[in-house]
């Protein structure tokens, strides 16, 4: 008996490794060391900040694979998954240094492997980060196939002083909520449960009400803040930044509040995508459940004082950004409200 | 329908998230800046070091996490990932800062959650590494019951003169080996198929050839060997390090030699463990198979200058460690060769 018998392939994957390097290293900056398939990947510290902090995150992009293995698009969940993170250290003010990743799938496939790559190679790109190492887990038995696992970590940089701090935001101070670009990554379990579960419909289905094939709508990439935000780093106007994931507006916002403030958020301020609609329609979801799992196309929600207001959404402006004002912080104990009708 | 309909709990994620701080925390450095459960997790990069260069490192336990599931034993998976992360960062030189874990499971179970994170503690203690953050993810249908998938990732800091350089290791240079404890986390898919496909045992079986219980032989934690190790990374003597793991020794000791290089190892040197013997035999596996898939006794290989063997050999003895001179560096072309017997 051989290893191969075991249903482990090494040899391929010392094949995927080499296509993943050409990949990666189009990615690398100056500061990275080694290439992709030593044991460590080596990054040197070279900055110009005075009291650096790391700011690291580690995340996956959930049941979103399911779409993937059935659409057999794998080139989406990489990209999604480097912006993911890189909208979770830029809640810290971060800039992102370098990225890991984890894939996991039940048969070693090359031309699988190399998709998602691609995908993380373009995330890793759009946010000027080095994709410096990974690993692949070829588990027999634990996947389905056509499925996979894929994990990633990232680790940013920010100057002490310019990490938001939570003390400082006080009532009166504005939400300005940034479109997201559809679902992201999080509430897909429910999304499968309505779609495929109860209306029976297939990822190649075209939905009139959203005017979009179910497969693409559910695939849309989870849009990165970074490329816009960046500049605002060295600023430091925003006081708190809530990037709209699993937990929806209610868990998420009050990550940005301090125990004596909560959010009041007008839901009428901007127009809910009609993915969002549709979803509560065909699965009778109560609308507080709505804003507990979804972005409701709201993907993440700036703190800023009032007197810094302007400043921002000129700058928003300059960037032919369309924000919306969404909400204010009031008095409170870190709770969200909503208000606008939002069971609408 | 609710979000909990659909097989995902946040309410039980937000409680295990409370076990997990708290068993976390205590692996807290003083530069560490924030809980877990924020977006991003902080660490100030408080050093001494003069040109620091970061480690980075992602691995997974690939199937091991199988005789996990079937033993029900949680605990010491995350233990294994820490270790595994370390020795691979070690190999550059590397002291370990911290760590972050990803967890997937089919159905979030606050007590299994809690024996992973317990294990991963264990490890991070062990390697004096803060356990910083982590995701978990519910991921219904994507796993069996009792199933679940662990990846970590490592940050390390290495001073940049400090990280050996393979291009120092010439003919005459000796391999130090030493020992493994057990199967450490490789090759777990041919274990499986031996042991429970064609030999129907089970993890409560006792065997007397390995005078243990196979759930018990195979859940040995992987050994990390930076507590032994991190007093000479100062002095700078060992000049490269191979960890033993997928590929054995024909794909990772080639890691360590430049292409102008080859190395002989003796087989003969030290005594193969018996469920190394065990398996060979059942499995009916090649000898080469053997030493290309497991670590046969000897999980960290150290390179070091013939003039330096004294010093090491001296400072390995006055921590009571059982090594054993396994090879030398010869002439060659990147390729290792084994001697001594070593398909008896």
Redesign the interface.
């Known amino acids: 008996?051989?290893?191969r018998?075991?249903?482990?392939n090494?040899k391929a994957a010392q094949k995927s490794v080499k296509s993943i390097r050409r990949l990666a290293r189009e990615t690398f900056s100056k500061n990275v060391?080694t290439d992709i398939g030593?044991?460590?990947?080596?990054?040197?510290?070279k900055h110009s900040y005075s009291?650096?902090?790391?700011?690291?995150?580690?995340?996956?992009v959930?049941?979103k694979?399911?779409i993937s293995s059935m659409t057999e698009r794998y080139d989406t969940t990489g990209h999604d998954l480097v912006n993911h993170c890189v909208?979770?250290?830029l809640?810290?003010g971060?800039e992102p240094l370098?990225f890991?990743?984890?894939i996991?799938t039940p048969k070693l496939n090359e031309n699988m492997i190399e998709e998602i790559i691609i995908g993380l190679a373009k995330g890793c790109k759009e946010n000027n980060c080095s994709l410096?190492?990974?690993?692949m887990?070829?588990?027999?038995?634990?996947?389905k196939e056509k499925?996979y696992?894929i994990?990633g970590?990232i680790?940013?940089i920010v100057e002490?002083k310019r990490?938001p701090d939570i003390k400082k935001v006080k009532p009166g101070d504005i939400l300005i909520g940034l479109k997201s670009n559809g679902l992201h990554t999080n509430?897909f379990?429910?999304v499968?449960?309505?779609l495929f579960g109860?209306l029976k419909l297939t990822v190649e289905d075209y939905l009139p009400e959203i005017k979009n094939y179910v497969g693409d709508e559910l695939l849309k990439i989870h849009r990165s803040y970074y490329p816009l935000l960046s500049p605002l780093r060295e600023i430091g106007i925003i006081k708190g930044?809530a990037?709209i994931t699993?937990?929806g507006f209610y868990?998420n916002i009050p990550?940005t509040l301090p125990h004596t403030c909560s959010a009041v958020i007008d839901t009428s301020t901007w127009e809910t995508p009609p993915i969002f609609s549709f979803l509560q329609e065909n699965?009778?979801?109560?609308a507080a459940?709505m804003y507990?799992?979804f972005n409701m196309g709201i993907g993440m929600v700036l703190v800023v004082g009032s007197e810094q207001e302007h400043e921002l959404e000129t700058f928003l402006k300059s960037k032919n950004e369309d924000f919306c004002k969404v909400g204010k912080v009031i008095e409170g104990e870190g709770k969200v409200e909503l208000t606008g009708g939002y069971d609408g």
């Open positions: 008996m051989k290893y018998d075991a249903g482990v090494i060391l030593s044991f460590g990947a080596l990054y040197e510290m009291q650096p902090v790391l700011v690291s995150s580690t995340d996956g959930g049941t694979l399911e909208n979770d250290i809640t810290s971060a370098f890991l990743d984890y996991a410096i190492g990974g690993e887990a070829e588990m027999p038995d634990f996947y499925h696992d994990a970590f680790i940013g002490k990490i509430g379990s429910l499968r449960k309505i109860k930044y990037h699993g937990g868990d990550r699965g009778d979801i109560p459940e507990h799992t």
